[in-house]
């Protein structure tokens, strides 16, 4: 089991940043990712961070913007977001993938077994 809890969402001006951050109980993961779902839209991948390696994925549409990073010694990850946009306004979930396979394709849903409660992030413009 894995348990993850997600903090750091709020409201924002375009322009600015927040910092997510996602704290993971448990078993160890391979991967954990951040994944985001606005009103009426899929949930969509963001940005992910694969253990083996230090790999660090990202979503075109956060390079540049956001960085995600980890805590080994808090067994947590971060999500740096700037220049949020108002299109970023989503409710947030951290995710956490412990399948042999499942840093292969971390930019998919299916790779993540795990999933937190999820956090708002509200971009006014």
Known sequence: QVQLVESGGGLVQAGGSLRLSCAASGRSSIVLGWFRQAPGEEREFVAAFRRRGGNTYYADFVKGRFTISRDDAKNSITLQMNFL?????????????????????????????????????????
């Open 85 to 125: 946009k108002p299109e970023d306004t989503a409710v947030y979930y951290c995710a956490a993938g412990l399948r042999a396979d499942s840093g292969a394709c971390p930019r998919l849903r299916a790779s993540y077994d795990y999933w937190g409660q999820g956090t708002q992030v509200t971009v006014s413009s």
